[in-house]
């Protein structure tokens, strides 16, 4: 069974950067494809980014687009959200999830990934 585990949220700035990370574990991650989705308070998780399987492949959401940037290192079973010039509603509770589909493809619906971390809050202040 995958496990995935959140870090690298906090408190920044309108304008600022964080990157998160999701280390997987139990299983090799380079078999599955990675995203990153994320939920305000009273609204429905949304997708943010998306990666395949090699790491050749991204996709995302069109308010994220130029701002982050997602990455993989196989080798670490790691996968990274990097995110630039945030704004106060990019605050969220970050979610890493994990797809086993078959396709070298890049994600992007929730019922796609059966495997979640725990979540990191990203807060920005104004």
């Known amino acids: 069974q995958m496990q995935l585990v959140e870090s690298g949220g906090g408190l920044v700035q309108a304008g600022g950067s964080l990157r998160l990370s999701c280390a997987a574990s139990g299983r090799a991650s380079s078999t599955y494809g990675m995203g990153w989705f994320r939920q305000a308070p009273g609204k429905e998780r949304e997708f943010v980014a998306a990666v395949s399987r090699s790491g050749g492949t991204t996709d995302y959401a069109n308010d994220v687009k130029g701002r982050f940037t997602i990455s993989r290192d196989n080798a670490k079973n790691t996968v990274y959200l990097q995110m630039n010039s945030l704004k106060p509603e990019d605050t969220a509770v970050y979610y890493c999830?994990?797809?086993?589909?078959?396709?070298?493809?890049?994600?992007?619906?929730?019922?796609?990934?059966?495997?979640w971390g725990q979540g990191t809050q990203v807060t920005v202040s104004s």
């Open positions: 999830a994990a797809t086993n589909y078959g396709s070298s493809h890049a994600y992007t619906r929730r019922y796609e990934y059966n495997v």
